[in-house]
Antibody
Framework: EVQLVESGGGLVQPGGSLRLSCAAS????????MDWVRQAPGKGLEWVGR??????????EYAASVKGRFTISRDDSKNSLYLQMNSLKTEDTAVYYC?????????????WGQGTLVTVS | DIQMTQSPTSLSASVGDRVTITCRAS??????LGWYQQKPGKAPKRLIY???SLQSGVPSRFSGSGSGTEFTLTISSLQPEDFATYYC?????????FGGGTKVEIK
């Protein structure tokens, strides 16, 4: 069974840093692009960024709102995805989800984690 | 950036009703669009990918159509468990962008 479990959320002051993790199981993690998506309280979904696979040199993409402040990385040996968040702003307050990308299914998100809440205050 | 305009933002419907939700892209995205359902306090769940392909395990009352700039999610006969918020997502180009969401409420 595919599982994605986020952790690392919490309360942080503006200007601070936080590192989120997403532990993957039930599939070959290294075979998949992985994304982060966030949702501010009471708001819609916002794409944060992506990491590609080793064969794609682990290249990344980011939303403009986080570029230069957030860094996505992965450790295929640990089946883990990370989101390093620096220079946090109050508007970064959100539930952060990791999502698996299904390349063979139009690069859509076929599995999501349960989310972890980040509060910047 | 590609803007995804989703409509309506909310709707009230009764069990058994046919419901249609639309997403319009600001530029052509082929069929690079998915539909997701989200219930309060839960992660989104994929319903449709590649604009019209039904996710395995999703009831056949859900269907998607469209290509280019206009896309539709249809629920043929609304069931109690379908009351939720629905989002479209384009993954044709970066940054990926979601529609604003449609909240489907009980009439």
């Amino acid at each position: 069974e595919v599982q994605l479990v986020e952790s690392g959320g919490g309360l942080v002051q503006p200007g601070g840093s936080l590192r989120l993790s997403c532990a993957a199981s039930g599939f070959t993690f290294s075979d998949h692009y992985m994304d982060w998506v966030r949702q501010a309280p009471g708001k819609g979904l916002e794409w944060v960024g992506r990491t590609r696979k080793k064969v794609n040199s682990y290249t990344t993409e980011y939303a403009a709102s986080v570029k230069g402040r957030f860094t996505i990385s992965r450790d295929d040996s640990k089946n883990s995805l990370y989101l390093q968040m620096n220079s946090l702003k109050t508007e970064d307050t959100a539930v952060y989800y990791c999502a698996r990308v299904a390349e063979s299914e139009s690069y859509s998100f076929d599995y999501w984690g349960q989310g972890t809440l980040v509060t910047v205050s | 950036d590609i803007q995804m305009t989703q409509s309506p933002t909310s709707l009230s419907a009764s069990v058994g009703d046919r419901v249609t939700i639309t997403c319009r892209a600001s530029q052509g995205i082929r069929n690079d669009l998915g539909w997701y359902q989200q219930k309060p306090g839960k992660a989104p769940k994929r319903l449709i990918y590649a604009a019209s392909s039904l996710q395995s395990g999703v009831p056949s009352r859900f269907s998607g159509s469209g290509s280019g700039t206009e896309f539709t999610l249809t629920i043929s006969s609304l069931q109690p468990e379908d009351f939720a918020t629905y989002y479209c997502l384009q993954h044709n180009s970066y940054p990926l962008t979601f529609g604003g969401g449609t909240k489907v409420e009980i009439k």
